[in-house]
T-cell receptor
Framework: NAGVMQNPRHLVRRRGQEARLRCSPMKGHSHVYWYRQLPEEGLKFMVYLQKENIIDESGMPKERFSAEFPKEGPSILRIQQVVRGDSAAYFC????????????FGQGTRLTVV | GQQVMQIPQYQHVQEGEDFTTYCNSSTTLSNIQWYKQRPGGHPVFLIQLVKSGEVKKQKRLTFQFGEAKKNSSLHITATQTTDVGTYFCARIAGGTSYGKLTFGQGTILTVHP
């Protein structure tokens, strides 16, 4: 039973490029949450998605960031025109149902913008 | 938003010493979760507390939820080098975003052998 799979584990982008981060939730999980962790800081909620729906995007920056969770395939967090301040670890978590007892986190994608 | 404050930010201990991290909220919490993140790793769920005054133990780890459900603590007895990492408390949002976690800032634990 594979856990939450994120890829790539490490991503280097030049300023102005696009970054695409993928998250495949655990089998049977239909709720996905994305979090961002800046160096030596806690995790900040970005967006909560269910299949084909964005439930809560209150933590997403208003520009350049978007997320989707299509009917088929992984959830995608897309960052357009990256800037140095986007450098962070991006984690996704999945749960079987809303507010499942525990959130299962992926290994994260470490994004470095140069 | 409703935040949870966590102290201390850093804690250095000698192996064998005890360690405690505290989590406080200005509002009543429906529940609180604790996670551990090893250096370079991802958060791993440790426990969830729901009831007022609840105390749960996992080997050397003791978790408490305050009577007023506004604070929580994690205590590690006789730390080992394997305890190194960052410990986070998190509250779970309700309403339409049920399941969304708001994390404390975390306590970074260093254990010196």
């Amino acid at each position: 039973n594979a856990g939450v799979m994120q890829n790539p584990r490490h991503l280097v982008r030049r300023r102005g490029q696009e970054a695409r981060l993928r998250c495949s939730p655990m089998k049977g999980h239909s709720h996905v949450y994305w979090y961002r962790q800046l160096p030596e800081e806690g995790l900040k909620f970005m967006v909560y998605l269910q299949k084909e729906n964005i439930i809560d995007e209150s933590g997403m920056p208003k520009e350049r960031f978007s997320a989707e969770f299509p009917k088929e395939g992984p959830s995608i967090l897309r960052i357009q025109q990256v800037v140095r301040g986007d450098s962070a670890a991006y984690f996704c978590a999945s749960s079987f149902r809303e507010g499942g007892t525990e959130a299962f986190f992926g290994q994260g994608t470490r994004l470095t913008v140069v | 938003g409703q935040q949870v404050m966590q102290i201390p930010q850093y804690q250095h201990v000698q192996e064998g010493e005890d360690f405690t991290t505290y989590c406080n909220s200005s509002t009543t919490l429906s529940n609180i979760q604790w996670y551990k993140q090893r250096p370079g790793g991802h958060p791993v769920f440790l426990i969830q507390l729901v009831k007022s005054g609840e105390v749960k133990k996992q080997k050397r780890l003791t978790f408490q939820f305050g009577e007023a459900k506004k604070n929580s603590s994690l205590h590690i007895t006789a730390t080992q080098t394997t305890d190194v990492g960052t410990y986070f408390c998190a509250r779970i949002a309700g309403g339409t975003s049920y399941g969304k976690l708001t994390f404390g800032q975390g306590t970074i634990l260093t254990v010196h052998p």
